[in-house]
């Protein structure tokens, strides 16, 4: 599982040279505990008992993507939503929190070929329940899971609640053509709008299944992040589900290509050239844009198992 391979030519300089890796579907490692699911646990304890000062620490990749906290320090609440940016912003934001995880997976003796693992909720009982990794109390050696947060999410979804199909299915985004309209109705991806947190034009996907299991799996929110976190767009990275989600967003984006039928990313140079910038594992400042992360496996190194 997860074997390194050959990059074809054309590898990005941030991917390891030579490697790919392979995201897998959590269900399918090994419920609850195996040695990807343990080892991003133990990861995440390992980052948030860094200074939040850090770029490199779980709360600062956090509010990232958002956060009541002020000050606002350098790339806080900088996610794109509604809008066309939505899909390669988030990939890019995967891409280096994953490279930070992996870096302090190595730290606890994890998995080399460690990748972040994605959840497909559209998939039959167990895959419709939040993985189990994320429901127990105690990780195998008996201490405290930090991915285990029953006052954080719906009572429901942490009991082991099915998602419901409605909810969890991109059919209908799968089936539009356009990745960018004005009419979010007719778009996968969303309208052509300038980078913003917020541009008032969400794509089909990001409605569902993206919009609903961030509802369902957050439950109620509660003011300034007091409440459930997935609810929250500016709460939710703290939850620990909220990657995984979004690599199965991500996935859904190649899922949506590879139908053909006229399915293309934009061509648009003001979409392709624009760029966005992050923090790599050592904490230094990384851009990249949409042109740069159309091929995840040539550009990036990974691959979706």
């Not at 990059?7 to 990807?36: C, E, F, I, M, Q």
């Not at 939503?81 to 930070?100: A, C, D, G, T």
């Not at 003011?223 to 500016?234: F, I, L, T």
Request: glycine fraction near 8%; hydrophobic fraction near 40%; charge should be neutral.
């Amino acid at each position: 599982m997860g074997t390194a391979v050959e990059l074809p030519a054309g590898t990005s300089a941030g991917a390891t040279a030579g490697t790919t890796y392979a995201r897998h579907d959590v269900w399918s490692l090994g419920a609850p505990w195996n040695a990807y699911t343990e080892a991003y646990a133990r990861a995440v304890r390992v980052m948030q008992a860094r200074p939040s000062a850090d770029p490199t620490s779980w709360y600062y990749q956090a509010a990232m993507h958002g956060t009541f906290v002020r000050p606002v320090q350098p790339l806080w609440n900088q996610c794109q939503h509604q809008s066309w940016h939505f899909f390669p912003w988030h990939r890019m934001f995967l891409y280096y929190f994953e490279r930070i995880v992996r870096a302090a997976v190595l730290q606890v003796g994890g998995p080399a070929d460690w990748a972040l693992p994605y959840w497909n909720y559209d998939r039959p009982f167990p895959s419709n329940t939040l993985p189990e990794s994320f429901r127990v109390p105690t990780l195998p050696d008996g201490s405290a899971n930090p991915l285990y947060l029953p006052n954080r999410r719906s009572a429901t979804i942490m009991a082991g609640f099915q998602l419901n199909p409605r909810i969890t299915s991109p059919a209908l985004a799968m089936a539009t053509t356009k990745f960018a309209d004005a009419d979010f109705r007719n778009s996968f991806g969303g309208g052509p709008r300038p980078p913003a947190q917020f541009a008032g034009n969400l794509g089909a996907l990001e409605k569902t299944p993206h919009n609903n299991i961030h509802n369902l799996v957050g439950g109620e929110a509660g003011s300034q992040c007091q409440g459930n976190w997935m609810s929250d767009v500016k709460c939710a990275g703290n939850d620990p589900i909220f990657w995984l989600h979004h690599a199965n967003i991500d996935r859904l984006w190649d899922v949506w290509l590879a139908q053909g039928g006229g399915r293309t990313n934009p061509p648009d140079i003001a979409w392709r050239n624009q760029p966005f910038t992050f923090y790599d594992e050592t904490g230094a400042p990384a851009s990249l844009t949409a042109a740069g992360v159309l091929d995840a496996a040539s550009q990036l190194g990974y691959v979706y198992a």
